[in-house]
């Protein structure tokens, strides 16, 4: 079965702080995707990276970054220099084709960038 | 624009009184679905769709009812809503196969 683990329920930091938000993930098929959401105060979701099991590359937008460990099944978000309007909720997620297409969500890490 | 369009944003209802929360995408995609989020809990799936007149069942369907009668549309129903679906519930399509997925906006219940 499909599982996503994001341990940190909440975070807290001060703002021009960096942050990484982890995630870890199950699954035994080979093919599968990865995604990370953030859900800021008004309550949609807002898509930010979608990886394919096959590309392990390292991503970087902006001040958003993402390691893709496949070693360690891990898929973590960090966030360099952290502003106040990077508050929200990160949902990391999973995906396998051949399984409807159903996404399997974390729980969520709620971040707070203090001013 | 693609999108997914869900109406309406906000209800506030009484326990037992039928509701429809509407679902609409314009992308042409195959593959549709509904999710819930509570906090602590993340998004669960509650039906999906993989074509029009075929629908299954999702993690947590109970108390809820789909339909995919065209392409583009897939309601869903609370025939008898109770407290415990006070949520934030999304809808989503994709094309299938590992397309991007598109979400709606969100409508947030609540059952009173």
């Known amino acids: 079965a499909q599982k996503v683990t994001q341990a940190q329920t909440e975070i807290s930091v001060v703002e021009k702080e960096d942050v990484t938000l982890d995630c870890v993930y199950e699954?035994?098929?080979?093919?599968?995707?990865l995604f990370w959401y953030k859900q800021p105060p008004s309550g949609e979701l807002v898509f930010l990276i979608r990886?394919?099991?096959?590309?392990?590359q390292n991503e970087i937008s902006g001040r958003y970054s993402w390691n893709f460990q496949k070693s360690t099944s891990s898929f973590n978000f960090t966030i360099t220099a952290s502003q106040v309007v990077d508050s929200a909720v990160y949902f990391c997620?999973?995906?396998?084709?051949?399984?409807?297409?159903?996404?399997?969500f974390g729980k969520g890490t709620r971040l707070h960038i203090l001013p | 624009e693609a999108q997914v369009t869900q109406n309406p944003r906000y209800l506030i209802t009484v326990t037992g009184k039928k509701l429809t929360v509407t679902c609409s995408q314009n992308m042409n995609h195959e593959y549709m679905s509904w999710y819930r989020q509570d906090p602590g809990l993340g998004l669960r799936q509650i039906y999906y769709s993989m074509n029009v007149e075929v629908t299954d069942k999702g993690d947590v369907p109970e108390g809820y009812k789909v339909s995919r009668k065209e392409k583009r549309n897939f309601p869903l129903i609370l025939e008898s809503p109770s407290p415990n679906q006070t949520s934030l519930y999304f809808c989503a399509s994709t094309p299938g196969t590992g397309g991007l997925t598109f979400f709606g906006q969100g409508t947030r219940l609540t059952v009173v």
């Open positions: 699954t035994r098929d080979t093919t599968y995707y």
């Open positions: 990886r394919n099991s096959f590309d392990e």
């Open positions: 997620a999973l995906s396998v084709p051949d399984r409807d297409d159903k996404i399997i």
